[in-house]
């Protein structure tokens, strides 16, 4: 079936720097990312839509400038966290429409904390 | 945009027994509705889903409905197992727009 790999499963941090994730489909082209954050016991919140090729759209809240996002190619999206702060420590995970109509593949997820 | 609410927000079964989620939406353009699990550190999991044009799905001892006039759809677990203790959530998407909305999310505990 369809696999997204992610990348990290989690990172630690300090202030003020930056975090890469990646997201990859693994066996078919994903056209479309979408990235999703989940605070502890919260349910997962829909932060930006990502298409290969184009600029990203944002959902309203969340700043485009802090999180970057580059569809780059078919296979390869990534999240970047800029100048993280301990607020933006949370689970992060992407997941893209798979082949089959209407479902919907998810990465492992990122475990980000700034310490 | 689409809002989804979802109850309860937990829920304590005793094994055996069965297990009713709720969920309702508001865009009344959604066609599609899936069911996850998420077991604690983990990802989502699909375990189930239906799209607008079925009344009724199942699949061994989980089954969905959909009451399209409504705006609801339910996930029913029978002879539940302390296995399925995890947090399940219900979605609704735009089959066109691709994005999810999820519900918050019910914490189901099935005691041995």
């Known amino acids: 079936g369809a696999v997204v790999s992610q990348h990290p499963s989690w990172v630690i941090c300090k202030s003020g720097t930056s975090v890469k994730i990646e997201c990859r489909s693994l066996d078919f082209q994903a056209t479309t ?3 999703y954050r989940q605070f502890p016991k919260q349910s997962l919140m829909l932060m930006a839509t990502s298409n290969e090729g184009s600029k990203a759209t944002y959902e309203q809240g969340v700043e485009k400038d802090k999180f970057l996002i580059n569809h780059a190619s078919l296979t390869l999206s990534t999240l970047t966290v800029t100048s993280a702060h301990p607020e933006d420590s949370s689970f992060y995970i992407c997941s893209a429409p798979s082949a089959v109509p209407y479902g919907y ?3 492992s997820g990122t475990r980000l904390t700034v310490v | 945009g689409e809002n989804v609410e979802q109850h309860p927000s937990t829920l304590s079964v005793q094994e055996g027994d069965s297990a009713v989620i709720k969920c309702t939406y508001s ?4 066609n599609y509705f899936p069911w996850y699990k998420q077991e604690l550190g983990k990802r989502p999991q699909l375990i189930i889903d239906i799209r607008s044009n079925v009344g009724e799905k199942k699949d ?3 089954a969905v409905t959909l ?3 409504a705006k609801h759809f339910s996930l029913h677990i029978t002879e539940t ?3 399925d203790s995890a947090v399940y959530f219900c979605a609704a998407s735009l089959a ?3 994005k999810s909305t999820f ?3 019910t914490t189901l505990t099935v005691k041995p």
């Open chain 2, 60 to 62: 061994q001892r989980i």
């Open chain 1, 33 to 35: 990312m979408f990235w």
């Open chain 2, 103 to 105: 519900g918050d999310g």
């Open chain 2, 96 to 98: 066109n727009a691709g």
């Open chain 2, 81 to 83: 197992q302390p296995e």
């Open chain 2, 67 to 69: 009451n399209k006039t």
């Open chain 2, 27 to 30: 865009d009344s353009a959604s």
């Open chain 1, 105 to 107: 593949t998810f990465g």
